[in-house]
């Protein structure tokens, strides 16, 4: 097996490869500042393998619900004059705790959902005229009141 140089960079094709994002997308990325590439005299894009892990943020942060908007405000965060550190992405990371908890608990509440009114307001359910009756919930604003966390009016 051949020993990998970890300092040549990549083309986007290798790129989109190690990383299972669609080389249009890297380009999309680039284009918004999220990554970086040099170009050959050719006018190729050559990415440091640093990018890798940058593309992971990136596809991390849009499962957890971030736009790329957020996402480039965190990458910002990162220093430029070096390969960014475990520390580094630590620091990132932590302040991300909450979000995601704050995630986790929308997600549940719609796993809960699934079985149970999800508050709309809607009194046409045999079920929404004991959980919801003479739409109460539409008081406390517009949605779905109780999949967005709010407490259940009782009697």
């Not at 590439?37 to 990018?51: L, S």
């Not at 709309?120 to 009141?145: H, T, V």
Request: glycine fraction near 8%; aromatic fraction near 8%.
């Amino acid at each position: 097996m051949e020993e990998l140089d970890i300092h040549k960079p990549l083309t986007v094709g290798e790129l989109a490869e190690r990383t299972g994002v669609a080389a249009s997308a890297l380009r999309f990325y680039e284009e918004r500042g999220l990554i970086h590439a040099e170009r050959t005299a050719a006018g190729h894009r050559r990415y440091a393998r640093a990018q890798i892990r940058r593309v992971a943020f990136i596809v991390f942060a849009q499962r957890v619900g971030f736009t790329l908007e957020e996402i480039l405000a965190e990458l910002d965060k990162l220093p430029r004059d070096r390969v960014p550190t475990g520390a580094d992405w630590d620091r990132l990371t932590d302040a991300w705790s909450e979000r995601i908890a704050e995630r986790i608990a929308e997600l549940e509440r719609l796993k809960r959902g699934l079985t149970d009114c999800i508050g709309c307001g809607c009194l046409s359910l045999e079920r929404c005229k004991i959980l919801n009756p003479y739409d109460r919930a539409a008081r406390r604003g517009s949605g779905p009141r109780y999949w967005l966390g709010d407490r259940r009016l009782r009697g």
